[in-house]
């Protein structure tokens, strides 16, 4: 179950160039936003740009101030949706340093979604790199306080204009970032989940196992449906009636052996959160099996206590526990336990650097 972090290719960084902006916020403005920062709403003073065409390959790397982009009417992701992205946070040690977690692993993911899209691969290298380059500039906007973050959105998307059905032959990549707290209000407190039967999430040979916005986009109507049951989240089923995953996050159960089962297809897309997890549940001697979990198998498995936790995992909400599964005519409460949190602060002790990186996952970004 467990990723490996590639080593290191050679590849020669990017000559960056650096415009500062002008307007950037103050020191006082800046301390204000990040007292108290709202997931996704406020957004440092840079962002990274680097180009891509077929003729010239990556090229034109810079960090600009962070502002609108000029798009063509045309612009082929407008028409064909030819994007993905990426989520990923810089933490703020006790020291004052600044670190990422894993970043390889995102920077891999994105290449197995831009070949999905066909859109070029950026090189791990110039990912990780790309990292850098925005905290060498907006390192004083990662805050430092309890569950606070700098939340990292790498994304891609198809420039060049054109009304035609074929990839694109110019690519941007970007790099914005935003200073964000508990992604749910309440912390790690259980959430509520409804079963969507209508809507599918993603299909067999589809994008699901891609991180791009059509995904999400599907997810909208459900997870609408979702918010007027009274519940926080929605989650998928396959056309088999297996789970798949949440509207963002993927999906995890304990049983009362201390096995823990999550599901894994092609169609679901592979967690580095999850993935972490689940390799310091092994650490602490669970056996950790990826496969099939079926609606019935998860609503019977609660009903006899055989499944004794469920929860869900993400890089935004990192561990929710799942309290209450809802669907037509059903409303089962799902059992919560120690195991889902302990996990949680465990890596949350890792990313922040409260306890010892046994694994090397952390990458320093500044300095």
Same mark, same amino acid.
């Given at each position: 179950?467990?990723?490996?972090?590639?080593?290191?290719?050679?590849?020669?960084?990017?000559?960056?160039?650096?415009?500062?902006?002008?307007?950037?916020?103050? #020191? @006082?403005? +800046?301390?204000?936003?990040?007292?108290?920062?709202?997931?996704?709403?406020?957004?440092? /003073?840079?962002?990274?740009?680097?180009?891509?065409?077929?003729?010239?390959?990556?090229?034109?790397?810079?960090?600009?101030?962070?502002?609108?982009?000029?798009? /063509?009417?045309? =612009?082929?992701?407008?028409?064909?949706? &030819?994007?993905?992205?990426?989520?990923?946070?810089?933490?703020?040690?006790? /020291?004052?340093?600044?670190?990422?977690?894993?970043? %390889?692993?995102?920077?891999?993911?994105? &290449? %197995?979604?831009?070949?999905?899209?066909?859109?070029?691969?950026?090189?791990?290298?110039?990912?990780?790199?790309?990292?850098?380059?925005?905290?060498? !500039?907006?390192?004083?906007?990662?805050?430092?306080?309890?569950?606070?973050?700098?939340?990292?959105?790498?994304?891609?998307?198809?420039?060049?204009?054109?009304?035609?059905?074929?990839? =694109?032959?110019?690519?941007?990549?970007? !790099?914005?970032?935003?200073?964000?707290?508990?992604?749910?209000? *309440?912390?790690?407190?259980? !959430?509520?989940?409804?079963?969507?039967?209508?809507?599918? +999430? @993603?299909?067999?040979?589809?994008?699901?196992?891609?991180? #791009?916005?059509?995904?999400? @986009?599907?997810?909208?109507?459900?997870?609408?449906?979702?918010?007027?049951?009274?519940?926080?989240?929605?989650?998928?089923?396959? &056309?088999? %009636?297996?789970?798949?995953?949440?509207?963002?996050?993927?999906? !995890?159960?304990?049983?009362? $052996?201390?096995?823990?089962?999550?599901?894994?297809? $092609?169609?679901?897309?592979?967690?580095? #959160? +999850?993935?972490?997890?689940?390799?310091?549940?092994?650490?602490?001697?669970?056996?950790?099996?990826?496969?099939?979990?079926?609606? /019935?198998?998860? %609503?019977?498995?609660?009903?006899?206590?055989?499944?004794?936790?469920?929860?869900?995992?993400?890089?935004?909400?990192?561990?929710?526990?799942?309290?209450?599964?809802?669907?037509?005519?059903?409303?089962?409460?799902?059992?919560? *336990?120690?195991?889902?949190?302990?996990?949680?602060?465990?890596?949350?002790?890792?990313?922040?650097?409260?306890?010892?990186?046994?694994? *090397?996952?952390?990458?320093?970004?500044?300095?």
């Amino acid at each position: 179950m467990t990723l490996l972090d590639d080593p290191d290719t050679g590849l020669a960084p990017l000559q960056f160039a650096v415009t500062k902006n002008l307007a950037a916020k103050t #020191t @006082a403005q +800046r301390e204000e936003l990040l007292r108290d920062p709202v997931f996704g709403t406020a957004f440092t /003073d840079h962002m990274v740009d680097i180009c891509w065409s077929v003729g010239g390959g990556w090229h034109r790397p810079r960090v600009q101030p962070y502002g609108p982009l000029s798009l /063509d009417p045309a =612009a082929a992701v407008l028409h064909y949706g &030819q994007e993905i992205f990426e989520g990923i946070k810089a933490y703020r040690h006790a /020291d004052g340093s600044i670190h990422t977690f894993r970043p %390889r692993q995102n920077g891999l993911r994105l &290449q %197995r979604s831009a070949r999905r899209l066909a859109l070029p691969e950026l090189p791990v290298e110039y990912f990780v790199q790309s990292l850098r380059e925005l905290i060498a !500039v907006d390192g004083a906007w990662v805050p430092s306080g309890a569950d606070q973050s700098l939340y990292l959105r790498p994304f891609m998307f198809a420039k060049e204009a054109f009304l035609g059905v074929r990839p =694109a032959n110019k690519v941007n990549y970007y !790099v914005i970032a935003s200073p964000v707290g508990a992604y749910f209000k *309440g912390g790690a407190k259980p !959430v509520s989940i409804w079963l969507s039967e209508d809507y599918a +999430r @993603a299909g067999k040979g589809g994008t699901g196992a891609a991180k #791009t916005g059509g995904n999400y @986009a599907a997810s909208l109507l459900p997870q609408a449906e979702a918010y007027e049951e009274g519940c926080d989240q929605v989650v998928f089923l396959d &056309q088999d %009636r297996n789970v798949e995953e949440l509207g963002g996050m993927n999906i !995890v159960f304990v049983y009362k $052996d201390g096995t823990i089962v999550t599901p894994q297809s $092609d169609s679901i897309l592979e967690g580095i #959160t +999850r993935d972490s997890l689940l390799q310091l549940a092994v650490d602490r001697g669970h056996k950790v099996e990826g496969r099939d979990v079926s609606i /019935d198998e998860w %609503r019977s498995g609660v009903a006899s206590g055989d499944i004794v936790e469920v929860f869900a995992c993400g890089t935004a909400a990192v561990v929710a526990p799942i309290g209450v599964l809802k669907g037509r005519g059903f409303f089962d409460e799902q059992p919560t *336990g120690p195991l889902a949190l302990s996990l949680r602060e465990e890596l949350t002790d890792i990313q922040y650097g409260r306890r010892e990186d046994t694994h *090397g996952w952390l990458v320093r970004l500044d300095g």
